[in-house]
């Protein structure tokens, strides 16, 4: 396919493309500058092609700072989607490397003409000789940096080079930039992970009893008063009822309860029942057994945040688990401290690693949904002051892969363990993290890259202004 010469001299301060020659009229010239410039032109529209893309050269003897246009394409259904890219080409017979790194210095006038308007501007520079080329989408590198300050470009040497698989990664640019256009995904088969966790046991048994207490938290009142530190595993029903999977003819359930009027009945009557009302007892017998649980990993419950959350170590406040991940054992500081940023050696406040959950039924099938989060304290029990702008930093900077690493570690946490000195716990039992099969999937590295780029400038933790300091001192 041809494409038009132009004039690349502006660039390279090379020799204009006429002469003078002994006063006998002009001799038209092409520098070798412009085939070299051609060539790298050349090279794009070839790898574009192989993207299954369309290329649009300007063809323009005079432009201002783009080479041409790339138009995405739905490579499956061979749609084009009037969601463009704009091109400028910088080929080079030598290209300057920095730490390994290929770099280019940019013109404060290119600078300013890529980022004004609203298309994305791709910047390719390009050692055609040897068939290299490197991109990067202009708009995400500067976004919070400083063009004045420093407009050299680093490109990463395999991450950044041009290839046909980029097509992924433009068309992540173009979603960014395109109001919402779609391209099918790649036909990959992937195996997404969630965060619903299987109950594979329960008590088999539900006791009901009746009881002359007005209110559940009436009932808890008494049990207290006959047992320090009574059982969880129970729900005040209406109708005055009483249910446990504990029997409520024994201690110390005679407290509350008329234990002539105890009865049992299947625990699937509870967990399948279409009555809403004995379903909502089901569930909080189910959370009454996961707070069982809970206790004996010494976590606390936050009634602000609503969530169950590490408890300090009794040694140190700063306090580590360890755990088997889904390929090889680990440890995990659930408890952290944070010292202040102008004096180190003072603590300013502790991250504590916290879960949020609801049981939920699909069908005849329970499960377990997790969902991990952060409490913040400032000396390992009292809120810490600044604990929201602390949480919507942390979750900005987190990705997935946080959150599949926190379930997977509760979910380690649940499974039952059988040795000399424990057994599992009787009344509940999980299985694994449900997972399914798509046949469709997505560029996780396309979609990483693009918004790296975007949010380059890095997110801090709120500045240390000194406010609330000796509140819990």
């Not at 619903?196 to 007005?214: K, M, S, Y």
Request: overall charge negative; glycine content about 8%; aromatic content about 12%.
């Amino acid at each position: 396919m041809g494409v038009g010469i132009r004039d690349y001299s502006d660039a390279t301060g090379s020799q204009s493309n006429v002469d003078n020659r002994d006063g006998e009229g002009f001799m038209k010239r092409i520098t070798d500058q412009q085939v070299l410039g051609e060539k790298g032109v050349n090279l794009i529209q070839s790898i574009v092609l192989d993207m299954k893309f369309t290329w649009h050269p300007s063809n323009q003897p005079v432009e201002a700072g783009i080479d041409g246009w790339v138009e995405l394409r739905d490579d499956t259904t061979g749609e084009v989607k009037n969601c463009w890219i704009a091109v400028q080409s910088k080929a080079r017979s030598e290209l300057r490397e920095s730490k390994g790194c290929p770099t280019f210095s940019c013109s404060k006038d290119d600078v300013d003409y890529w980022l004004s308007g609203s298309s994305p501007v791709v910047l390719i520079v390009s050692k055609p000789e040897e068939g290299v080329a490197y991109w990067v989408s202009v708009k995400d590198y500067f976004r919070g940096r400083d063009p004045d300050a420093n407009r050299t470009i680093h490109f990463h040497p395999t991450q950044d080079r041009l290839t046909a698989s980029t097509a992924e990664q433009w068309k992540a640019l173009g979603n960014r930039y395109g109001a919402g256009t779609y391209f099918t995904p790649p036909k990959i088969t992937e195996t997404l992970s969630s965060n619903l966790i299987r109950i594979n046991r329960v008590g088999q048994t539900v006791f009901t009893a009746e009881t002359d207490c007005d209110s559940g938290k009436e009932a808890r009142l008494r049990l207290k008063e006959a047992y320090q530190y009574p059982p969880w595993e129970w729900a005040y029903g209406n109708g005055k009822k009483i249910y446990s999977f504990h029997n409520l003819g024994q201690e110390p359930w005679k407290a509350i309860c008329n234990v002539k009027t105890v009865q049992s009945l299947p625990t699937k009557e509870l967990a399948l029942a279409d009555d809403r009302e004995l379903n909502w007892v089901f569930v909080q017998l189910l959370r009454g057994c996961f707070t069982e649980i809970t206790r004996s990993w010494k976590l606390r419950w936050s009634k602000e945040s609503q969530c169950h959350y590490f408890a300090p170590s009794e040694r140190d406040v700063v306090r580590e688990f360890k755990y088997r991940s889904r390929q090889k054992r680990t440890s995990r500081t659930v408890v952290k401290k944070y010292s202040h940023k102008k004096d180190a050696n003072r603590i300013a406040y502790y991250r504590h690693n916290a879960l949020t959950h609801r049981f939920i039924r699909f069908g005849d099938q329970w499960f377990l949904l997790l969902d991990p989060t952060y409490v913040f304290t400032s000396d390992g029990a009292e809120p810490d002051p600044y604990r929201e702008e602390h949480l919507a930093g942390i979750m900005q900077r987190e990705g997935d892969a946080a959150v599949s690493g926190a379930v997977v570690m509760y979910m380690e946490m649940l499974k039952d363990r059988t040795s000399m000195f424990e057994s599992p716990y009787e009344l509940l039992g999980f299985g694994e993290i449900v997972t399914g099969e798509c046949e469709v999937g997505i560029d996780d590295e396309a979609w990483k890259r693009i918004k790296a780029k975007a949010d380059e400038q890095k997110i801090e933790e709120p500045e240390d202004t000194g406010f609330g300091e000796g509140l819990f001192d």
